[in-house]
Structures are given as structure tokens and as C-alpha cells.
């Protein structure tokens, strides 16, 4: 018989309305999690929800702009308050970069990118671990592979996504007493991969992984961006 991964485990996903983090929300809960999705669009998140619902899983949907700490705050209260607790949370809100020559860079895209990939990021595992300082509880932040090859054009989302793997073994090592782990991904593989492994990350399976920025890349040629 397969082992269920996550069952009964509240977990809350963050950019949930589409790409990594909507197949995350489907995976998590057909692994048997409670599933709380968050993202901006209110429609599409609770479309998402009821689709999860009628195949026999538990989901809810709560809108939040991820750079908002008022919006962050409330969505972790109203997780707690729905569900009880929060056993896990798989960050992946964020904004794609606009890959632009370093002379070409925009203020205006460093702004966004600050707000919403760093802050955004920062301020749910600040809402999520103080949620989970009684009972423990696993983070896992959305990375990039752009933290170890070096791409042209890139010079602020690698900025950022490397400072997203230093918060993470930072946030890894002072959590850890509190048995909250902390984890990050480099994304390159689908999205089925990416969700699976922050399921595992998520599960008791990886109860002994902390601090680690773990790269989805299987054989995969990578190619410096030209």
C-alpha cells in the first residue's frame, strides 16, 4: 500500500493560482494534506479550491498580496484560525524577472522584484514560523538556478534568489530548536517534479533536512543564457 506523504498536514502554498503553485496545491492534497491556497486572484484561487474539494481533497482559498505585511499577517491568522495550526508552507509567490542588460535595468523592476520575491518571501516565513513555534513545522522557499550559474542579463533576480538561499540557511539554523526546517528549491524541472519535491520536503520523509537549496535539474543540459 503507498504511503500517503502528507496526510492530514495543513499546508499552506503562496502564488497558488497558477503554474508551480497550483500543480503543488493539486499534488499536496492528493497526498492527503489540508491544502490553503493563497494568491491575488480571488476568482481563479477559489475555482482551484472547489476543484480540489470535489475530487475528495481539503482546500481552501485565501486572497493576499504577498508584498503586503498586513496582507501576509492576516492570510497566516486566517489559516490558523480555519485549519488550526500550520504544519508546512511552500512559498512560491512571486514575479518573473525581465531579463535586460545591466545598463538597461529598471528601477522600477528591481522595486517589484524587491517587493514581492524578497519581501513577499520574508515576511510569510516570518508569519509561518511564528505560527509553527509551538508545534514545528517545515518552510520551503521557491529559488532559482540563477543563485549558481551566472546568466547575462539576470544581475537582479540573481541578486534576489541568492539572497532568498542566504535567508533560508540563515532562517534554517536559528529555527532549528524550534524544530522548524527551512528549505529552498532551484527550479528547472516541470512543475509535477518541483511540487513533488516540496511535498517530500514538506513530509516527515525529509524530518532531517534543514538548511539545504536543492536543485530540480535531473540530466538536464543547462544553457547560459546569451
Known amino acids: 500500500m503507498r504511503t500517503i506523504m502528507l496526510k492530514n498536514k495543513v499546508i499552506l502554498i503562496t502564488g497558488a493560482t497558477s503554474g508551480i503553485g497550483e500543480v503543488a496545491a493539486r499534488v499536496f492534497a492528493g497526498e492527503g494534506a489540508k491544502v490553503a491556497l493563497s494568491g491575488r486572484r480571488a476568482k481563479l484561487g477559489e475555482t482551484i479550491a472547489a476543484q480540489i474539494r470535489a475530487t475528495g481533497g481539503t482546500a481552501s482559498f485565501f486572497r493576499a498580496d504577498i508584498s503586503r505585511e498586513s496582507d501576509v499577517d492576516s492570510l497566516v491568522a486566517s489559516v490558523v484560525e480555519e485549519y488550526g495550526r500550520i504544519d508546512a508552507a511552500f512559498n512560491n509567490a512571486r514575479v518573473e524577472a525581465r531579463f535586460r542588460p545591466l545598463t538597461d535595468s529598471l528601477t522600477a523592476d528591481l522595486d517589484?522584484?524587491?517587493?514581492?520575491?524578497?519581501?513577499?518571501?520574508?515576511?510569510?516565513?516570518?508569519?509561518?514560523?511564528?505560527?509553527?513555534?509551538?508545534?514545528?513545522?517545515?518552510?520551503?522557499?521557491?529559488?532559482?538556478r540563477l543563485t549558481t550559474n551566472g546568466f547575462s542579463r539576470s544581475s537582479i533576480d540573481s541578486a534576489l534568489k541568492g539572497a532568498i538561499d542566504a535567508m533560508t540557511r540563515a532562517a534554517a539554523f536559528e529555527l532549528a530548536d524550534a524544530r522548524i526546517r527551512v528549505n529552498a528549491i532551484q527550479r528547472y524541472g516541470s512543475a509535477e517534479e518541483i511540487a513533488s519535491t516540496a511535498a517530500w520536503l514538506c513530509s516527515d520523509a525529509a524530518s532531517d533536512v534543514t538548511g539545504q537549496t536543492i536543485g530540480i535539474n535531473g540530466h538536464r543540459v543547462e544553457l547560459r543564457a546569451s
Open 112 to 144: 517589484t522584484l524587491v517587493a514581492v520575491n524578497f519581501r513577499g518571501t520574508w515576511l510569510a516565513m516570518r508569519a509561518e514560523a511564528r505560527a509553527m513555534m509551538a508545534g514545528g513545522g517545515a518552510i520551503v522557499n521557491t529559488s532559482s
